[in-house]
């Protein structure tokens, strides 16, 4: 079918469309995304994604960047932890709305996401929010749950040196990224002072024996000395004794 394949980021458009064009879809990416924050971070994943597709012969149409339109939406939930899942959920259902409004207005049969390849999202509030925008049109939503592709995105998507973020996308994510990026850092270092802590008495075992070790090399090298500066002395004291060896 004549297919719009509402795409995040390069790095998550490549598994799903080699499988998408597999299927025989004509497909045509769409990059509406105004929940990126900032601009700039936009700007970057569009280019990269442009990029791919530019050498993949895939048309890109790009949405209008709103972060206004995000912040009305998804955005009232910003400030709640608790309310994650809604704060995606709203995420979601806006930029697919998007995605199927065009889908429809430029005659695409059918609507799919690359947003299921990220093991961080909620897939199955994804197929909730494209089955329920695409059935309001009339089009076909063309649902794939993209989870265990995720690992040779990230190796393809590697060795292309894509661009990859290390955020999903807005502000709040940004900053509950880099929250649990610290909190892992702790954690490492917590581990690491641990098994310091643990292997402590079986270093300080290893070195006493060390010490002992250069300790009875350094006696037998003294005991040795001693025993050569005798003999030195001792035949500096008995010259006729030298002569008769």
């Known amino acids: 079918m004549r297919l719009l394949l509402h795409a995040c980021c390069g790095p998550c458009s490549l598994e799903p469309l080699r499988l998408l064009?597999?299927?025989g879809h004509d497909i045509t990416i769409a990059y509406m995304n105004s929940n990126i924050h900032p601009q700039a971070e936009y700007e970057h994943r569009r280019d990269t994604l442009m990029e791919f597709a530019r050498e993949q012969g895939i048309p890109v149409v790009e949405g209008v960047y709103s972060p206004k339109a995000?912040?009305?939406t998804a955005g009232v939930y910003a400030n709640d932890p608790a309310m994650r899942p809604w704060r995606c959920r709203a995420c979601y259902r806006q930029r697919l709305d998007e995605a199927c409004d065009y889908a429809l207005t430029n005659g695409?049969?059918?609507v799919a996401t690359t947003l299921t390849v990220s093991p961080y999202q909620y897939t199955d509030i994804i197929r909730e929010e494209l089955e329920a925008a695409c059935a309001l049109?009339?089009?076909?939503p063309v649902f794939r749950d993209y989870t265990d592709q995720y690992p040779e995105a990230t190796r393809r998507s590697k060795a292309l040196g894509m661009y990859r973020q290390n955020y999903c996308g807005c502000a709040v994510s940004k900053k509950e990224a880099e929250q649990e990026r610290e909190e892992r850092r702790i954690e490492r270092a917590a581990a690491k002072a641990a098994k310091l802590a643990a292997e402590a008495p079986k270093r300080a075992a290893a070195e006493a024996?060390?010490?002992k070790k250069r300790a009875e090399r350094q006696a037998y090298?003294?005991?040795r000395a001693a025993q050569r500066a005798a003999l030195k002395a001792y035949k500096q004291a008995h010259p006729s004794?030298?002569?008769d060896e």
């Open 70 to 72: 995000w912040a009305n």
């Open 209 to 211: 024996a060390r010490a």
């Open 108 to 110: 695409f049969d059918g």
């Open 21 to 23: 064009l597999e299927e």
């Open 241 to 243: 004794d030298a002569q």
């Open 137 to 140: 049109r009339g089009l076909v």
């Open 221 to 223: 090298a003294e005991k």
